[in-house]
């Protein structure tokens, strides 16, 4: 689980969760790490009002995984 730093609207978490679980399967990650991705982004999902007016940019995403589960998977970091 990857707290979020407020809860303003769960909808859309578990389609947040989803794709980032997708997205570390589709880079190869082992299940645990892409199942870190999907919490991470679902965390950020529930920080906003709505479904379709969220911005976030890769460092900040990266940068909440590693505060919550160390280092990024090898990976996900490649080009």
């Not at 909808?11 to 794709?19: I, K, L, N, P, W």
């Not at 999907?38 to 965390?43: D, K, R, W």
Request: charged residues 20%; aromatic residues 8%.
């Amino acid at each position: 689980m990857v707290p979020a730093s407020q809860v303003l609207d769960p909808t859309g978490a578990g389609d947040a969760y989803r794709a980032g679980l997708l997205k570390g399967l589709a880079l190869g990650l082992a299940g645990h790490e892409a199942a870190r991705m999907g919490a991470v982004l679902a965390s950020f999902c529930v920080e906003q009002q709505g479904t379709q007016e969220h911005r976030l940019e890769v460092p900040e995403f990266w940068g909440r995984y590693t505060e919550h589960f160390g280092a990024a998977p090898e990976a996900a970091l490649r080009p």
